[in-house]
Every structure is written in structure tokens, then in C-alpha cells.
């Protein structure tokens, strides 16, 4: 029940398209959905987040969709760039007492072609 | 420019050898997350601290690893005695721990090689 599931595993996409990565959960105690960027050598960042009340949230050119009785979430990123060129992590945050952990998918390993 | 600070960046060890991985939390931040990265299992959250105290460390394996934090600047992750399957990328993370949407920032991790 702690899992998230990625998809897919890998993407590539032409500059200027739509990169969409999708996540799914199961356990509806999670009270927190970021995603984050990684790029060869570094830690992940954080990109953008989003709580299970709110359906969508834009910031720049990402996107995330929340469809909470799905149990679904998704990543949008319009106008690829090569600089997007990265592995991306959907998440998901549980808060048990004072204790708050993230449960991280898979990732997905963006490629936009120039 | 606030960073999540880990030394040392590489280690290569043998198996058997003792393993101390370092993290200096972003200066204010009273949360910190140690996790391992592989290929196989993608990103595991290890244990977690607040203000010091270790609130859950159940991703760990106990008999092998110990994490602390002696003070509010630096947490330590040892492994002992190392193996083989201990080869991964080691993150530490820090956050403010305050609020429903607190976030986590990642230090650039310490890779380790186990041989």
C-alpha cells in the first residue's frame, strides 16, 4: 500500500512536444504529491507538488494533473526542452504522528531529442 | 546559496571495511532523510530525524547500519562491516519539517563501491 507505480520507465520526446509521465497509488493516507528532477551525478529537486484537494497545478511549463479517485497523478511538461533531458520522480508523502516520509516511484528517464 | 552538504562524494571500499558517510543539513533545517539509490530499487528512504531524534529508521538494515546525528550540523550514516550489496548512491535530505507541504532538498549524494 506504500507503493507508487511510475510509467514509463523511459521517454523520448521531439523538442517542443508534450512529455507526459504517469503515477498511480493506492493508499489514500498520502497527503502529498511532488515530483522530482534529477540530473546525471546530482541529487534529486524538487519541481513541483501538489496536495490531494487541489485538481490541477501550472507552474512555467509543468503541469500537475491529480485525479484523486482514480488514485492517479501525472506530470505534463509543455514545450520540451533538451535542458529537460532528465530522470523524473513522482512521489508520494505519508504523515504518521510527527513522522512525514516520501515514497518515491520508479522515475522515468526523459529524453527530448533538438 | 543553502545546500544540503555530503562528504565524502566517492568512496571505494572492500568488503568487510567499516563505511562513515557524512551530511551537513541546510543551516535552520530540522529534518533529515538519509536514502539509497540503485538501479534495482530506485529511491529508499533509509531513516529520518527530527531535531535530532531518529523518528523512524525501518528501512535500514539493523544489523549492518547505524545513522546519528551528534548535533544539529551533522548527521552520520555508517555501515559495518560493508558489502558488496551495499554499492549504491547514499542521498541525505533536509527540510524545515513545518507545515503540510514541507519540502525535502537533496545533497548531490556520496556513491559508494563496495568490492
Known amino acids: 500500500q506504500q507503493q507508487v507505480k511510475q510509467s514509463p520507465q523511459s521517454l523520448i520526446v521531439q523538442k517542443g512536444g508534450i512529455s507526459i509521465i504517469n503515477c498511480a497509488y493506492e493508499n489514500t493516507a498520502f497527503d502529498y504529491f511532488p515530483w522530482y528532477q534529477q540530473f546525471p551525478g546530482k541529487g534529486p529537486a524538487l519541481l513541483i507538488a501538489?496536495?490531494?484537494?487541489?485538481s490541477e497545478k501550472k507552474e512555467g511549463r509543468f503541469t500537475i494533473s491529480f485525479n484523486k479517485s482514480a488514485k492517479q497523478f501525472s506530470l505534463h511538461i509543455m514545450d520540451s526542452q533538451p535542458g529537460d533531458s532528465a530522470t523524473y520522480f513522482c512521489?508520494?508523502?505519508?504523515?504518521?504522528?510527527?513522522?512525514?516520509?516520501?515514497?518515491f516511484g520508479s522515475g522515468t528517464q526523459l529524453t527530448v531529442l533538438p | 546559496d543553502a545546500r544540503v552538504t555530503q562528504t565524502p562524494r566517492h568512496k571505494v571500499t572492500e568488503m568487510g571495511q567499516e563505511v562513515t558517510m557524512r551530511c551537513q543539513p541546510i543551516l535552520g533545517h530540522n529534518t533529515v532523510f538519509w536514502y539509497r539509490q540503485t538501479m534495482m530499487q530506485g529511491l529508499e528512504l533509509l531513516a529520518y530525524f527530527r531535531n535530532r531524534a531518529p523518528l523512524d529508521d525501518s528501512g535500514m538494515p539493523k544489523d549492518r547500519f547505524s545513522a546519528e546525528m551528534p548535533d544539529a550540523t551533522l548527521a552520520t550514516l555508517k555501515i559495518q562491516p560493508s558489502e558488496p550489496r551495499d554499492s549504491a548512491v547514499y542521498f541525505c535530505?533536509?527540510?524545515?519539517?513545518?507545515?503540510?507541504?514541507?519540502?525535502?532538498?537533496f545533497g548531490p549524494g556520496t556513491r559508494l563501491t563496495v568490492l
Open positions: 535530505a533536509s527540510g524545515l519539517g513545518q507545515g503540510l507541504t514541507d519540502t525535502q532538498y
Open positions: 501538489i496536495r490531494p484537494d487541489v
Open positions: 512521489a508520494a508523502r505519508i504523515t504518521s504522528g510527527s513522522a512525514r516520509q516520501l515514497t
